[in-house]
């Protein structure tokens, strides 16, 4: 992939996805999340958007391989068994870093904001969850793959590696602001967390599967709170 194609498309996604959520107005109480169990054209197109994101990372990684095809089976084995194990022990670590902030925001009296978006019946249930995986999938294949990926093969300095690494969860983080403070603190944490699950199983999936039941359960307690 041509470096003024990657570079054009990364601006793209800064301005109109990844910058327009930092200046989100704060959450109101009552506030509805996941489409409230509603069909959700901005989910969908957001879901599209990270589709052909991820499937155009993909078929340029594969194209950078100088592996044979026995070997390409043999990565694909590892990264198969690399990310059963890593979507636990990411699950694992986001359960005690939500502990932790929970804690915290008792100790500091910081009240979580209530919703009102509990899906009534099957149909809207399953929307409702699809949503949240659309979500899941979307930030992961934006702020996990897309983002550090393309800075790290744009500029290919190692020595910035870590910097251009923090920079990315730091946008991550941001983009929480309409949630508070502490979630900023939270996500901030997380995102570090589920970007060592990405480079460490060698792809989206397993970190897809661990922030789906992290945001399942947050939303649960959400909900119950309520």
């Not at 508070?180 to 990405?198: D, H, K, T």
Request: glycine share 8%.
């Amino acid at each position: 992939m041509k470096k003024k194609y990657l570079s054009l498309e990364f601006v793209i996604i800064l301005i109109f996805l990844v910058i327009p959520p930092i200046f989100t107005p704060k959450i109101e109480e009552g506030a509805v999340i996941a489409g409230g169990g509603a069909f959700s054209i901005q989910i969908l197109l957001q879901l599209l958007i990270a589709i052909f994101l991820h499937v155009q990372y993909v078929r340029f990684d594969e194209s950078r391989s100088e592996n044979g095809r026995k070997d390409g089976k043999i990565d694909r084995k590892k990264r198969i068994f690399s990310g059963l194990a890593w979507w636990a022990i990411a699950l694992g670590f986001l359960m005690i870093c939500e502990a932790v902030f929970m804690a915290l925001s008792v100790v500091f009296k910081v009240q979580s904001v209530g919703v009102s978006s509990i899906p009534d019946g099957i149909l809207p249930g399953m929307i409702f969850f699809l949503n949240l995986a659309s979500g899941a999938f979307y930030e992961e294949a934006i702020y996990r793959e897309f983002l550090p990926e393309t800075l790290l093969s744009l500029i290919g300095k190692k020595k910035l590696e870590i910097p251009l690494e923090l920079i990315c969860v730091t946008l991550f983080a941001l983009g929480h602001l309409y949630l508070g403070v502490m979630a900023v603190l939270n996500a901030f944490v997380c995102g570090i967390i589920l970007r060592l699950c990405y480079k460490k199983s060698g792809g989206i999936w397993a970190g897809f599967c661990s922030h789906l039941i992290y945001n399942s359960i947050q939303t649960l307690f959400l909900l119950l709170s309520s």
